[in-house]
C-alpha cells in the first residue's frame, strides 16, 4: 500500500474521532524514517487515547501494521 493511502486512511480515521488541528505534512524529501507525518490536537488524554486506538485499529484493517504510535501516554 502506498503512503498516501495510509495517511489517508489514519487522517480519515482521526476526523471521524474529531481529532482537532488534523494535517499530514510531506516529508519524504527531507527524512529516511518516513514519508508523512499525521499531526493533531485533542481535547484530554481519553481523546489522545481514543484517537491513536482509532488509528491503529483502521491501518490493521487493511493490513499496515504502525511502525511507531506517538501519543499513548499525553
Do not use: W
Not at 474521532?17 to 493533531?40: G, H, N
Not at 484530554?44 to 485499529?57: G, I, K, M
Not at 491501518?59 to 504502525?66: A, I, N, R, S, Y
Amino acid at each position: 500500500m502506498e503512503s498516501f493511502e495510509i495517511v489517508k486512511i489514519a487522517a480519515n480515521a482521526l476526523n471521524e474521532k474529531k481529532a482537532m488541528e488534523l494535517c499530514a505534512i510531506k516529508i519524504e524529501d527531507v527524512s529516511d524514517i518516513a514519508d508523512y507525518f499525521v499531526i493533531c490536537t485533542a481535547t484530554s488524554n481519553t481523546h489522545v487515547r481514543a484517537l491513536a486506538d482509532t488509528v491503529e485499529e483502521k491501518l490493521k484493517e487493511q493490513g499496515v501494521e504502525p511502525n511507531h504510535i506517538e501519543g499513548r501516554s499525553s
